[in-house]
Each structure stands twice: as structure tokens, then as C-alpha cells.
């Protein structure tokens, strides 16, 4: 597999072991429109530890890498400042946890395990205390199905993309999120050697590449709809718009 890209990634040493010159890779990474929107609402955490609070946001995403799906929570630690009635956070770190052992792991080090944790998160956008246990609201993203995702490779036709949750906040600080869809991005920012090794990695893309109906240039290409909606245009840019009768879906 030869690998034609703009940056590197993780998993491109294996082209030290040999390229195949009849299977090309065009990797770009672009985010596309969202067109399901099945993850877990975003989680909060506030603690306070020698007079500082902090807060602990779990945000609950999935990578689809070659067939399969690999749930993850992307942690963030911030600190929490108030100046002049308002709130401000400074990150203090971050994490990519593929397992419910990874993610208790970590939080552990900084609050306590999540089976000590019920009452004492909250639903970010929800705007209410949730009363459940927090270790059973995890598994539940850990155990879910993705088959729904899982069936827009057909639709992408691209070896990888992640499906993942953003936090939103507003002048009036009212919080929610946003759910955005990201094809070929660097799985390297994500951790994702932790599930899938370097040379495992290429050999997987390489074979799911040389499954797919390729191109008569043997080249995978993000198809040019998608290009454009990470780009900001759409189906009627620099064209005439149509009239109501000619009115087109993109």
C-alpha cells in the first residue's frame, strides 16, 4: 500500500517492509455532515481537592476502524477559576480511554473509581443532577451496538472514521454538545495504537483498501461531496439556484 498524505500517521512504518504501488491510499482528513447522532450525552465531574475544584469531562465517542467499532471516552481535566461572577477553566490534562478498566483507571487519579460516583455527575445540556449509577451509564457506551455506524462505511468508503461528541458552551454559559463526523483524521492524537498495533494497523487497512471497488487508478479517493462539505459549500455553491419547481435535495 502506498500512502499519499500530507502528514503521518502511527501505522505508516509499515511501509518500511514494502509498497505495493498497485494499491494507493489517498489520505485526507476532512469532517462530513453528521447523519446519525446516537452517542451518549457528555459527562461532568466536579471535585474539589486541597480548596480547587475541578471538573471532569467525559465526552462519549466511537471509532470505526476497518469494520469494527471501538467505543472511547475522551476525558478532559480542567481546573475551574470565577472571576467577576463568571467561570473560566484551564485544562490540566487529557485522555483516550478504549475500555471501562482504562477510563476507571484514570479518573481514579484524580477523584475516585467511577463505582463510588452516583449521585454526583451531571448530564451536560440535560441542566439536571443525575440520580443512576455513573459506572453503569458508562458500560452502557461500552456495550452498545454500533451497527448503525458501522453500515456507513458503505457509504464513505474510507478503511476509518470517528463519530464523536463536542462540548459547546455559550456566553451564558449554557452547556450542550455537538456531534460531529470525521473521515481519515490522525488516529495517532487519538491513542488508537493502544487497541490496534502499528503493524496490525497497515496490514488492516491495506486489506479492507483491497476489498473495496476501487478506482481503475487503484486509488481511494474521499468522494468529492464529502470534500466540499468539509470545505463549507454544498450542492448549489457557485451554482444558480434552482426554482421551487426544480428544487433539488443535495
Same mark, same amino acid.
Given at each position: ?12 512504518? @509499515?511501509?518500511?517492509? @514494502? ?19 446516537? %452517542?451518549?450525552? &457528555?459527562?461532568? &465531574?466536579?471535585?474539589?481537592? #486541597?480548596?480547587?475544584?475541578?471538573? &471532569? ?6 471509532? %470505526? ?45 484524580? *477523584? ?19 440520580? *443512576? ?9 461500552? *456495550? ?18 470517528? &463519530? ?8 451564558? #454559559? ?11 483524521a490522525k488516529l495517532k492524537q487519538y491513542k488508537f495504537a493502544k487497541v490496534v ?16 471497488? %476501487?478506482?481503475? *487508478? ?11 462539505? @468539509? ?20
Amino acid at each position: 500500500m502506498k500512502i499519499i498524505s500530507k502528514f503521518q500517521d502511527y501505522y505508516d512504518i @509499515g511501509i518500511a517492509y @514494502g509498497v505495493d504501488e498497485k494499491l494507493r491510499f489517498a489520505r485526507e482528513a476532512v469532517e462530513v455532515e453528521t447523519v446519525s447522532d446516537k %452517542l451518549r450525552a &457528555i459527562t461532568k &465531574i466536579v471535585y474539589k481537592k #486541597q480548596g480547587q475544584y475541578y471538573r &471532569i469531562l467525559c465526552h462519549y465517542n466511537v471509532m %470505526l476502524f476497518c469494520g469494527n467499532a471501538y467505543p472511547f471516552v475522551y476525558v478532559q481535566v480542567e481546573a475551574i477559576h470565577k472571576q467577576d461572577k463568571k467561570f473560566f477553566y484551564t485544562n490540566i490534562d487529557e485522555e483516550y480511554c478504549y475500555s471501562i478498566e482504562a477510563l476507571d483507571r484514570y479518573v481514579a487519579q484524580y *477523584d475516585r473509581p467511577i463505582s463510588e460516583i452516583r449521585n454526583e455527575y451531571e448530564k451536560v445540556g440535560s441542566y439536571y443532577w443525575h440520580v *443512576d449509577d455513573f459506572k453503569k451509564y458508562v458500560q452502557g457506551h461500552f *456495550d452498545k451496538s454500533y451497527s448503525e455506524y458501522i453500515a456507513l462505511f458503505d457509504t464513505y468508503k474510507v478503511p476509518y472514521f470517528s &463519530i464523536e461528541t463536542k462540548y459547546t458552551s455559550d456566553k451564558k #454559559q449554557n452547556e450542550g454538545k455537538v456531534t460531529r463526523t470525521l473521515l481519515l483524521a490522525k488516529l495517532k492524537q487519538y491513542k488508537f495504537a493502544k487497541v490496534v498495533p502499528p503493524m496490525q494497523a497497515f496490514q488492516e487497512i491495506s486489506m479492507y483498501l483491497g476489498q473495496l471497488d %476501487l478506482a481503475e *487508478d487503484n486509488t481511494v479517493h474521499i468522494e468529492d461531496k464529502y470534500l466540499a462539505q @468539509g470545505k463549507g459549500f454544498d450542492c448549489y455553491s457557485f451554482k444558480k439556484m434552482p426554482s421551487k419547481r426544480r428544487e433539488k435535495k443535495c
